[in-house]
């Protein structure tokens, strides 16, 4: 599958913004991610400030932008020629499809209020799974749909179709998300949208920390790194990271996932695979995914792995679901070490990562799509940010004092190597 940096693809605004042209606001009150999201993009109010998200005693939602009681001048204009921004990520208390509601209501209140453009930022965007139907012309993809195929979608809907319509009913214009896995559904968001579709991919996050970090153990000129795509999903992925990764003696490989059921996986080596599996011994090994959710493939594609006697397995992923069954299963020693970024923030709660803290680390993205979205828009960068910040229990064997963001990686190496 093609996953191209749909920034580079997607329209641009072509006229600039500032920030005070920009509204940006969350779907859940005191939302740390959009907090912090709206202060990398130099919002100087606070979100609660700009918009009241009220639920009525029966339970109905309505969202209020606030203004003036006493100005009667501006109703229904209040956000004349601004860009809402609405930040959408997901938690515990509030149901995804409750927040999708959420993210409808608020966008027809932004355009019925003067808002000249709606933009939504769901990193981690909803319904993709639902990413076809079960009749041919429901769904593009790249590969011919056989009955097996239509049959596993038989009596649902296409509910990535539906959510891109409603989303553009309400008013949404532009959708930004990171690193989404389905083919289908970035076709289908761009047609929707006009080409207002940017799917971001965190190349440059995972370069910054492989490259700063302590992490792996390889050389400089990536002597004893692999790369490792689990399968043919991950494979362009993996082929972009080693060729931006750019160091000479770094390896890739490239694994064959054949599912028999739900929960039934046989991991085998791709016949193309540039290293073959006697050729793991003593290598650090960087296995790459899109998502995790049960853990069930991950593992088993680590422990397949394990039997050629690396040195090192890294489970790279850009969006962790942190399940029980997650936790348990990842728990397993075939993976040393989990790599994940906060496109769900839940996975920054101790609680959530459980026996997992002491082999995880997480990259905030809340610069680095700030970073992203001010490209997109046409707004000037913040100079002083960080490329992205980073979470790390001091129970990981790794932990040596507390690193805040990407600017404070580089004196590890020698820290670690003189024992400090």
Same mark, same amino acid.
């Given at each position: 599958m093609? @996953? %191209?940096?749909? /920034?580079?693809?997607?329209?641009?605004?072509?006229?600039?913004?500032? !920030? &005070?042209?920009?509204?940006?606001?969350?779907?859940?009150?005191?939302?740390?991610?959009?907090?912090?999201?709206?202060?990398?993009?130099?919002?100087?109010?606070?979100?609660?400030?700009?918009?009241?998200?009220?639920?009525?005693?029966?339970?109905?939602?309505?969202?209020?932008?606030?203004?003036?009681?006493?100005?009667?001048?501006?109703?229904?204009?209040?956000?004349?020629?601004?860009?809402?921004?609405?930040?959408?990520?997901?938690?515990?208390?509030?149901?995804?499809?409750? @927040? %999708?509601?959420? /993210?409808?209501?608020?966008?027809?209140?932004?355009?019925?209020?003067? !808002? &000249?453009h709606v933009v939504l930022v769901e990193p981690d965007l909803f319904y993709s799974a639902q990413d076809r139907?079960?009749?041919l012309e429901l769904g593009a993809t790249q590969f011919e749909r056989d009955e097996v195929d239509l049959k596993k979608f038989d009596g649902q809907p296409?509910?990535?179709?539906?959510?891109?319509?409603?989303?553009?009913?309400?008013?949404?214009?532009?959708?930004?998300?990171?690193?989404?896995?389905?083919?289908?559904?970035?076709?289908?968001?761009s047609e929707v949208f006009d080409g207002r579709f940017h799917n971001i991919i965190p190349y440059d996050l995972y370069l910054d920390y492989l490259r700063n970090s302590n992490i792996l153990r390889s050389t400089r000129d990536g002597e004893g790194l692999l790369l490792c795509a689990p399968d043919k999903g991950a494979r362009d992925f993996v082929r972009e990271m080693h060729a931006r990764l750019a160091l000479p003696k770094a390896g890739s490989v490239m694994l064959d996932k054949f599912r028999s059921g739900e929960r039934e996986v046989a991991i085998s080596m791709h016949a193309e695979s540039?290293?073959?599996?006697?050729?793991?011994?003593?290598?650090?090994?960087?296995?790459?995914?899109?998502?995790?959710?049960?853990?069930?493939?991950?593992?088993?594609?680590?422990?397949?792995l394990r039997r050629g006697n690396p040195s090192r397995i890294v489970f790279a992923v850009s969006h962790f679901y942190a399940s029980e069954e997650g936790r348990e299963k990842m728990a397993h020693s075939a993976i040393d070490e989990i790599l994940t970024l906060n496109t769900l923030p839940t996975v920054l709660n101790r609680d959530e990562q459980g026996r997992l803290r002491r082999k995880m680390v997480v990259l905030k993205i809340e610069h680095w799509l700030a970073r992203n979205v001010c490209e997109i828009l046409g707004m000037p960068l913040r100079p002083d940010l960080s490329l992205y910040q980073i979470d790390m229990s001091s129970k990981n064997p790794r932990f040596i004092r507390k690193i805040h963001d990407s600017d404070q990686l580089r004196g590890l190496h020698g820290e670690r190597a003189s024992g400090l």
């Open positions: 093609r @996953l %191209a940096n749909q /920034n580079s693809g997607a329209e641009a605004l072509t006229t600039s913004l500032q !920030a &005070a042209d920009v509204v940006v606001v969350g779907n859940i009150s005191d939302e740390p991610f959009a907090i912090d999201l709206a202060f990398a993009m130099r919002q100087t109010e606070d979100i609660a400030d700009l918009i009241s998200l009220k639920t009525f005693a029966n339970s109905e939602f309505c969202p209020r932008f606030i203004s003036d009681e006493q100005d009667f001048t501006r109703i229904g204009r209040k956000l004349a020629g601004k860009t809402v921004i609405i930040v959408s990520t997901s938690n515990r208390l509030v149901s995804r499809n409750d @927040l %999708a509601m959420r /993210n409808f209501l608020m966008a027809r209140a932004a355009k019925e209020n003067g !808002a &000249a139907g079960p009749r296409f509910t990535a179709m539906l959510y891109a319509q409603m989303l553009s009913l309400s008013g949404v214009d532009r959708v930004i998300t990171v690193h989404n896995h389905s083919w289908s559904v970035q076709k289908m968001f540039e290293v073959r599996f006697e050729d793991l011994r003593e290598h650090d090994i960087v296995l790459f995914d899109d998502m995790v959710r049960t853990g069930s493939t991950v593992v088993k594609s680590c422990q397949y």
